[in-house]
């Protein structure tokens, strides 16, 4: 499991997480890949709703991210849809692959 610790080796965020990346601009990728990827803050709460298929850390203000694929009818709307979302998750482009 993943955590993250301060410069005196104190956990900041207990282990929890299969996969965690470095933060970015106050958000952090964490996940696995059974359920997916989502962002935590600082805190080790989850900062944006939602999980994702990838999800890439945060440049400039913008996250790259891969939507869920969805089952059901319209299960061919979500497959291969990408979007750029913005520090609070709102989405900002969104495309298909």
Same mark, same amino acid.
């Given at each position: 499991?993943?955590?993250?610790? %301060?410069?005196?080796?104190? #956990?900041?965020?207990?282990?929890?997480?299969? #996969?965690?990346?470095?933060?970015?601009?106050?958000?952090?990728?964490?996940?696995?890949?059974?359920?997916?990827?989502? #962002?935590? %803050?600082?805190?080790?709460?989850?900062?944006?709703?939602?999980?994702?298929a990838?999800?890439?850390?945060?440049?400039?203000?913008?996250?790259?991210?891969?939507?869920?694929?969805?089952?059901?009818?319209d299960?061919?709307?979500?497959?291969?849809?990408?979007?750029?979302?913005?520090?609070?998750?709102?989405?900002?482009?969104?495309?298909?692959?």
């Amino acid at each position: 499991m993943y955590c993250y610790i %301060d410069h005196t080796g104190h #956990y900041v965020i207990a282990p929890r997480f299969k #996969y965690a990346e470095d933060f970015a601009e106050g958000r952090a990728v964490v996940g696995d890949q059974e359920s997916g990827l989502w #962002y935590i %803050d600082h805190s080790g709460r989850q900062a944006i709703a939602g999980k994702f298929a990838v999800a890439s850390p945060f440049f400039k203000g913008l996250a790259h991210v891969k939507l869920p694929a969805r089952a059901g009818k319209d299960e061919s709307i979500y497959n291969d849809t990408f979007a750029y979302i913005d520090w609070n998750g709102k989405r900002i482009f969104t495309y298909r692959k």
